[in-house]
């Protein structure tokens, strides 16, 4: 079915996608199986047998020649992504494909290649996702994303995904494919393309923040973005990658239906299913379940919202709720939310104007957001009802809604320095009535209480509790899980996008939904997943973890910075400063001490006396025994003292000894 058609009646095809899944769910759980692979491999023709040794030999040889002669790499890139645009080309798209497939059949015939999915970020994690999908020489890869810095990493502002195995591999990448523009799928994007530059392609509203995010660091004229409209099927190596619309906490997600020279494999991206988005339309189900009566040789879904019952609720039902808090107010309203929920965004800004309000937007991701979101469209903003910060002190204060960052708690945001008195704009008092429309990112809810705390505090009217409707999740529940599985009945399936016991739980499901355990594979960031038409299983390892960022310097804080800064933090400080003679190695004068975050120096003296005296002692001690390298003396004068300080005090602060010859 084209999109075409889809757009005309919505209903019937809501209707009929939704009695397609449960047919085929009931289907699927009384044991009967889709198409039977083999055939629809044989249908393909496929090269049926086993590769031998010699096969291996002979194409890895190729394959090396090839790499010689081929040409620099992005101008191979270039030539090679062929976007198909829309629904009237499909036909001839599909045909280009098979045609391509044909031409490339010789040359597979030589050896039936394993489909490699590599996971670098992703699983075992809410956050970095970036996976790998490797065919013969080419290489894709899915979203780029960030992760947050946990308690124990002072001072990183941003955890980065291990790309060395995409170094390695740089010249046979041949595109980076988002699925949507949240942080933990684009945010790594700016720090990987320094090492590697592949085409990008993304919907229209991912690459706009994929724009800004460049344009910040100065990266976006060397980038190569294409936009690209779900219902499009791009081109890359091997790889044919249609982009599927989806729903989620932001405009523009789609899922990936990668077709590899194997089968179709379909990479959800986070995803929910809303009946009745704000923008856009529903989730393509009726596009996934064609996919599924064709043959998907393996799901690779979302499963962050694996442990909860039911269905995933519609963004409208938190539009219902502001009505109903904007609806005779007599205050100023605020409103935090995550900036890139731009529908959530369209809501509050909707029923500011019904009730007659100005809006007010502060801190700089939501000024971004609403710049590229009406810019491209994706957000409409009544005429007159946004108002300039500066200008927000003349518009009566029971007539405005602000709309502003810090739906967690962060420190720099917006919500955070009006809670603290910091905001230029806005001052906090019994007049207002702060929303909070979000929910905390695990590991966030001590800073958001704390805020919320100091709102109270100022007399404010705090509304946030996630059970009011306040805030719905952007990811698919059980139900919804469910009805993926049984739209695409996959033959394989492997859960990405969860903490190890979601991935798990994950799998249980797709079990309770018949697809074989041998046929699902939990896996882990860094491990090669190996795909044949009949098989999955894990085969060796590629580096991966985490790289750290903190402020321009990429990877240079390590286990051993961060570990002295834990130390640093838990412990204090103290620098023993010894001035030492360069001809004999005497002490010239008495050893200083300095210390930090250890002890409060007045009420310490006795201590610090006893810390020189340790000093001296270990320095003559060091004489005595003809110790006269400058390193043997450091290493005595700190492992004595912090064997005294320990006895004493029982704290073991970080000791710095530093001579100074003289
Ligand atoms: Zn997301
Ligand atoms: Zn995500």
Redesign the pocket.
Known sequence: MSPKQSTKSKETIKESALEQAISKAVGRTSGARGKDPAAVKAAAGKPARRASAADKKESKAAAKAEEKTARPRQSKNAAKAVPTAAPEQENAAVKAAERQAKKTKSKAKAVQEKLKIIPLG?LGE??K?LTVYEYGKDIILV?C?MGFPDDEMYGVDVVIPDISYLEENAERIRGLFL??G?E??IGAIPYVLRKINPPIYATRLTAGLVKIKLEEHKLLKQAQIQTVEAGMTIKAGCFSVEFIHINHSIADAVSFAIKTPLGTVIHT??FKIDVTPVSGTMADLARLGQLGNEWVLALLP?S?NVEKPGHSESERKVGARFDELFKDCDKRIIVTTFASNVDRIQQIINYAAKYGRKVGITGRSMENILRVSTELGYMKVPEDVLVSMDRIKSVPKNRTVIITTGSQGEEMSALHRMAFSEHKQVDIDAGDRVIISASAIPGNELTITKVIDELFAKGAEVIYNRADNLHVSG?ACQEDLKMMIALTRPKFFIPL?GETRMLHQHAKLARDMGIEPANILVSAIGHIIELTADSVKENGEVPAGRILVDGSGIGEVGSVVLHDRKHLADEGMIVVIMTMSGEDGSMVSAPEIITRGFVYLKEAENLMEEMKRVVVESIVSCENQRITDWSSIKGKVKSNLSGYLYKNTRRSPMILPVIIEV
């Open positions: 992703g809410i956050g996702n979203d994303g699925t949507h949240h933990d799928h991206g986070d979302d962050t990811h996008h």
